[in-house]
């Protein structure tokens, strides 16, 4: 007797979209079904596990937004997926003549995904940290009406949007089934359009679904003008009153992993400086196959120094790799840095490889 498949977790598409865009966009949050509450300067609520944001109903008002050109395109593919029809160069010619042409998705696996979008301009608030410190008594307000505030400090996952990916077309499919499939027909235009392949153009479109696919389709419907749409954005988040900029999760403090994969033994000197409690200086030993984690570096921390130490064996001199990071507060997103050290056997040197 055969079982129906248990349905996706809510949000499951958005999460992985999220997972996709930060292979090309590290810092960037996806806006999977292209909600129109995205966009520079919404105050709202991110749900770290499955990348939704929450808007609050409040803007920043009064601000500075730069748009940046962008003009390129962003395919992106998760699981079996199968395309065919408008794809080559030689099928557009073919296909000028008549005005029309089809594609088709196939997806062998449930969980299966793609997104190709045609990418206008990417929108963003100057002066960000700055911005938001101005606006802490408004957003301290908000937070409070969202259940956001305690002790007077803001939780993090409450903040700001602060920059937008916009694209002028495209489209995200997501597989809920098995053997599912979407086919498109319509304006061979659009369809280039739409698939990065040529300059977007208004136009007609049908769509055809076998099995169980959501789709998300820009334009989504025939008009004359074609406006851009929010695909991605960053997001600052507030920490009582500190901003982190591209915020991705809750981060209580900073972290560096160091993993000795060889024969070396390493040591390790970290400084750095805090606005409370001026310098700190923290040492450490990485023996042979083995790995530290050198945590709770405060998130005010700046100037942040780690020196890796080892000696050669034939004329015992010392020899060191430097990494210096002047604010992990808001390039750290993740919340730290991993340190690799290949593996290597004397009398060969050590490879440090950064993550």
């Keep these: 007797m055969a079982h129906a498949a248990s349905p996706l977790t809510p949000g499951y598409f958005n999460k ?32 770290a596990t499955t990348g939704t944001f929450r808007y609050s109903g409040v803007d920043i008002d009064d601000l500075e937004i730069e748009s940046i050109p962008l ?12 395309q065919s029809g408008l794809n080559l160069g030689a099928e557009l010619d073919a296909v000028e003549a008549s005005g029309n042409a089809q594609m088709t998705w196939a997806f062998a696996k449930r969980g299966s995904m793609v997104s190709q979008w045609a990418l206008q301009a990417q929108q963003v608030m100057r002066n960000p940290v700055d911005t938001l410190h101005r606006e802490m008594n408004t957003l301290k307000s908000v937070a409070h009406n969202n259940n956001m505030l305690v002790d ?11 920059s937008v990916i916009m694209a002028d077309a495209g489209l ?29 153009s208004a136009g007609y479109y049908q769509t055809h679904v076998s099995g169980q696919v959501v789709s998300f389709i820009w334009p989504s419907d025939l008009t004359d003008v074609v406006e ?15 901003v982190i900029p591209n915020w991705l999760k809750p981060i209580s403090f900073f972290e560096i992993k160091v993993n000795n994969h060889g024969n070396y033994s390493i040591h390790a000197d970290l400084d750095y400086e805090c606005p409370e409690t001026g310098k700190t200086h923290r040492s450490a ?36 790799k430097h990494y210096f990071w002047k604010s992990p507060l ?13 593996r290597h056997h004397w009398p060969s040197a050590p490879k440090f490889t950064e993550k």
């Design 16 to 47: 992985q979209f999220n997972q996709l865009i930060r292979t090309t966009y590290p810092h960037w949050w996806g806006n999977w079904n292209l909600s129109s509450s995205i966009k520079v300067g919404a105050i709202g609520i991110i749900d």
């Design 71 to 82: 003009n390129k395109s962003l395919v992106l593919t998760k699981g079996h997926v199968q």
């Design 152 to 162: 007077n400090g803001i939780i993090q996952g409450f903040g700001v949007i602060t």
């Design 172 to 200: 995200s499919l997501g597989s809920e089934l098995n053997n599912s499939e979407f086919q498109i027909s319509g304006s061979a235009e659009l369809l280039k359009g739409l698939t990065g392949q040529g300059s977007v």
């Design 228 to 242: 851009a749409v929010p695909i991605a954005f960053t997001f600052s988040s507030i920490d009582g009153e500190r």
């Design 285 to 320: 030993s990485i023996y042979a196959y083995s790995g530290i984690t050198l945590g709770e570096i405060p998130l005010d921390a700046t100037n942040v120094d780690l020196i890796l130490n080892y000696r050669t064996i034939f004329n015992n001199s010392e020899t060191k």
């Design 330 to 342: 808001g390039s750290w997103p993740s919340g730290g840095r991993s340190i690799v050290i290949s």
